[in-house]
């Protein structure tokens, strides 16, 4: 089965094609909704600010679709402003609603070097996540009080760089420039898009 990259003209897709192959998956570009069906799992990908991810998101009449694929129990990473993606909303783009999986307000870093570049350490806040150290690029990220937090992240204040519910996840760090802790969470990915989808 296949994992779906979400094609919206704002991520580094080669490098996350060559990532989900490493972790064994058969990754190919989504292009139009009516691919979503004959994928096993979907990555949410974004090097870019989130409002732009949203237009094209709706540009493509990709919102309903999407929604109506992981409430059916489609294994979905978000990555960067791909988890950013998945909040209620964000500061960058405050009059415009995201897809609202995780209940929270995406606000901008406070810390004293922003954006935050480099690698730093995700501390899980369940076993149901694992700690470890990450790549991560970003200015704006989710609050650590949300309430589907995995592992915050500490950048002048803690931020969530982890959250997930149900089949889903999302990640503010880049799992494909995050070395074996990165590639961890892409096998974890292919391992979902190989069990049987269950709704809710």
């Known amino acids: 089965m296949s994992v779906g990259i979400l094609a919206l003209g704002a991520a580094n897709s080669r490098s996350l094609v060559h990532a989900l192959r490493r972790a064994g998956a058969d990754a190919v570009i989504l292009e139009r909704p009516e691919q979503l069906p004959a994928i096993g799992a979907l990555v949410l990908p974004g090097v870019a600010n989130v409002g732009y991810l949203i237009q094209e998101l709706d540009r493509g009449n990709w919102r309903t679709p999407l929604l109506a694929a992981i409430g059916n129990g489609l294994p979905t990473l978000g990555i960067c402003a791909g988890f950013q993606l998945l909040c209620t909303r964000s500061e960058e783009a405050p009059e415009l609603p ?3 999986i995780f209940c929270g ?9 922003i954006p935050h570049m480099g690698w730093s350490r995700a501390e ?5 996540f694992e700690s470890g150290w990450a790549y991560f690029a970003h200015s704006y990220a989710p609050p650590a009080a949300l309430r589907e937090t995995l592992a915050i992240t500490q ?3 803690a931020f969530a760089s982890a959250a997930g519910t149900g089949n889903v996840i999302g990640v503010q760090f880049h799992p494909e420039r995050s070395g074996e802790y990165g590639a961890r969470l892409l096998q974890r990915l292919v391992r979902m898009a190989r ?3 269950h709704a809710g």
């Open 98 to 100: 995201a897809l609202g």
């Open 105 to 113: 307000t995406v606000t901008k870093l406070r810390g004293e070097k």
């Open 124 to 128: 899980a806040t369940t076993s149901a």
């Open 155 to 157: 950048c002048g204040a």
């Open 195 to 197: 069990e049987p989808i």
